[in-house]
């Protein structure tokens, strides 16, 4: 009887232990590696981080410029839904060490993991996406071959800072939003001294990365459209 007890027990705890977790901080890789690889971001209309609160039944995700809070709700041992107050819903499924956020009509499936670097506690929501992101595409030493600053050697942190570029000490890369759509196809950062700052056109081709003068070709009463104008530094990375 002892023994049956035992094994029963026994059996209930690996249950418990096997009990799929799905809290904490999710980040697309897939955007992260990709952009590693040393070509143009791609992150315009993808969702790229979830935060999920199982205690209180809540889940946030970001898309690069807006987040999104819903309900969250499990349906079954491995999928949840998040009710976004009736307007839409995203469902997530659990598959081994990858949060899959199935299709939807106008939505392609996306795959999240567990971010490598722990998250910093009470970090700004998005940034350990952002954080990633900066590392896999900025990371390492860079040196100015050509503008300003020729021969020098530069370093992008992973939470915006930037030192060796002339007058800069900060820079953020556009994902969505505004920023992208006035970029015109074209990848823009935002680089800033701790005054002031501007708008910029990037282009990175491997170890190299080009930045460019943002020319607005609009007019003064219409939505800024960005296009490439002189270069103002070629970078390399080391």
């Avoid at 196809?185 to 170890?207: C, N, P």
Wanted: include cysteine.
């Amino acid at each position: 009887m002892l023994k049956l007890l035992a094994l029963g027990l026994s059996l209930l705890i690996s249950h418990a232990q096997a009990a799929p977790d799905i809290n904490g901080i999710w980040v697309n890789r897939a955007l992260i590696d990709a952009a590693a690889q040393g070509g143009p971001l791609n992150t315009a209309g993808a969702h790229l981080e979830w935060e999920i609160d199982t205690r209180n039944a809540m889940a946030r995700v970001s898309n690069g410029f807006e987040t999104g809070e819903g309900q969250l709700r499990q349906t079954s041992p491995d999928t949840w839904t998040v009710d976004y107050d009736g307007h839409s819903i995203n469902t997530l499924r659990l598959e081994g060490e990858q949060l899959i956020q199935l299709a939807q009509a106008h939505t392609p499936q996306q795959t999240f993991h567990r971010p490598i670097e722990v998250p910093t506690a009470g970090a700004k929501w998005g940034s350990t996406f952002r954080k990633a992101l900066n590392t896999a595409y900025l990371g390492g030493q860079w040196r100015i071959t050509q503008g300003p600053g020729t021969g020098d050697a530069l370093v992008f942190t992973a939470d915006g800072r930037v030192s060796g570029l002339p007058d800069t000490v900060s820079y953020e890369l556009c994902l969505d939003g505004d920023c992208a759509s006035q970029g015109a196809g074209h990848d823009t950062m935002y680089l800033s001294t701790e005054a002031q700052g501007d708008t910029w056109i990037f282009v990175r081709k491997g170890k190299q990365l080009e930045i460019f003068q943002a020319v607005n070709t609009a007019q003064a009463d219409e939505v800024p459209q960005l296009t490439p104008g002189p270069r103002q530094w070629l970078l390399e990375k080391q």
